[in-house]
T-cell receptor, first 115, second 113 residues
Framework: DSGVTQTPKHLITATGQRVTLRCSPR?????VYWYQQSLDQGLQFLIQ???????AKGNILERFSAQQFPDLHSELNLSSLELGDSALYFC??????????????FGEGSRLTVL | AQKITQTQPGMFVQEKEAVTLDCTYD???????LFWYKQPSSGEMIFLIY??????QNATEGRYSLNFQKARKSTNLVISASQLGDSAMYFC??????????FGTGTSLTVIP
């Protein structure tokens, strides 16, 4: 158990709909990252937050948005869903200045299926 | 340019044999970290091993070890005594100084009985 919690684990919805994926980072981790992994693909970086502020943005579509709340949990909002948005969405957390290795701790992912 | 390159989409290894998964990286930072993650068919991402850019010794973690060649910017993962449970996708990743993480496209490893 990495300590990162993602909900829901599975989600099936229709094209055009909107969904929200939720992530609770490890206790004490201030950084949250979102990644998208489509079928048989690598991890595509979407966005990173640190202590409530957006820190870096990757290949995130305009239909997607995210935020990190004061309690450090984060939400990824996906709207006007298309078939191609079907993927495994990972949340990961990391301490900003790790005394150790500073690796990313991944949640189990939220598997989104758009029909 | 790609930050992380894994040139082996798929690899096969006989059970109990050793296998090397290749990874090269590109960075201008002096301080960075290199990671390997395993993703079994169940989907979760499992951290395996870490190498810091200033570490002079190759990292080892059980059956996992890294062949870190800083001048060549490569960090190859060696899995010794392969087991059937090692069949999975393996991702190489790099953390740069600003805490940005970059992942390779992964190598699918199949262990043959």
């Amino acid at each position: 158990d990495s300590g990162v919690t993602q909900t829901p684990k599975h989600l099936i919805t229709a094209t055009g709909q909107r969904v929200t994926l939720r992530c609770s980072p490890r206790s004490g981790d201030l950084s949250v990252y979102w990644y998208q992994q489509s079928l048989d693909q690598g991890l595509q970086f979407l966005i990173q937050y640190y202590n409530g502020e957006e820190r870096a943005k990757g290949n995130i579509l305009e239909r997607f948005s995210a935020q990190q709340f004061p309690d450090l949990h984060s939400e990824l909002n996906l709207s006007s869903l298309e078939l191609g948005d079907s993927a495994l969405y990972f949340c990961a957390s990391s301490p900003w200045d790790s005394a150790n290795t500073g690796e990313l701790f991944f949640g189990e992912g939220s598997r989104l299926t758009v029909l | 340019a790609q930050k992380i390159t894994q040139t082996q989409p798929g690899m096969f290894v006989q059970e109990k044999e050793a296998v090397t998964l290749d990874c090269t990286y590109d960075t201008s930072d002096q301080s960075y970290g290199l990671f390997w993650y395993k993703q079994p068919s169940s989907g979760e991402m499992i951290f395996l091993i870490y190498q810091g850019s200033y570490d002079e010794q190759n990292a080892t973690e059980g059956r996992y070890s890294l062949n870190f060649q800083k001048a060549r910017k490569s960090t190859n993962l060696v899995i010794s005594a392969s087991q059937l449970g090692d069949s999975a996708m393996y991702f190489c990743a790099m953390r740069e100084y600003d805490n940005q993480f970059y992942f390779g496209t992964g190598t699918s490893l199949t262990v043959i009985p």
